[in-house]
């Protein structure tokens, strides 16, 4: 890669190749017009190919020349911005923004639920009935129960909330003991 920089040359030279390890470094003088520099880049690729200095091909210097003119550009743009009071706001903008988004993704948490497994409960799917229920009956044979609620618990005095629950009740923690009293009632 052919890197271009700029150096006061020798008096009525306004281009030169030098070698640096093995990338050939082409030395322009500043405040070139842009007919003279494009002769001078001309004038090294030529006498490249006679053996003099390192070998130039002209594709290589031709995208050596579009990063320093990109890089040039760049360097401007920023300059301009940073001098005008009102790239000053862009650019303190542009920098607010940055940092608010920073916060942003990194303070909230976003969670992602799992979807059931079955159709919408809403679609128009009918419940499902085994052969023989009779509807608004659940098939043992009580009141039936809408899907995703437990059944109602009724406790009667003195007896302990597990043994009255029914089959499908989980039990408690604190233990089979009852109400705690010793007496029967």
Do not use: W
């Amino acid at each position: 890669m052919i890197k271009i920089r700029y150096a006061d040359l020798p008096q009525g030279l306004h281009a030169q190749v030098r070698a640096d390890g093995r990338r050939p470094v082409i030395y322009l003088l500043p405040g070139l017009s842009p007919a003279q520099r494009r002769d001078a880049l001309r004038r090294l690729i030529r006498t490249s190919r006679q053996g003099y200095g390192p070998r130039l091909r002209a594709p290589a210097v031709a995208a050596a020349v579009a990063r320093d003119v990109t890089k040039a550009t760049t360097r401007n743009s920023l300059a301009a911005i940073r001098c005008h009071p009102a790239g000053s706001a862009a650019l303190a903008a542009v920098v607010a923004a940055a940092v608010v988004c920073y916060a942003f993704f990194v303070t909230v948490t976003v969670r992602f639920s799992p979807r059931p497994a079955g159709p919408p409960a809403g679609v128009g799917a009918a419940p499902f009935r085994s052969a023989g229920a009779e509807p608004g009956r659940s098939p043992g044979g009580g009141a039936s129960v809408p899907p995703g609620t437990q059944p109602a618990v009724t406790v009667k005095h003195g007896a302990s909330p597990a043994a009255s629950a029914g089959p499908h009740s989980r039990p408690s923690r604190a233990g089979s003991s009852g109400s705690g009293s010793s007496g029967s009632g």
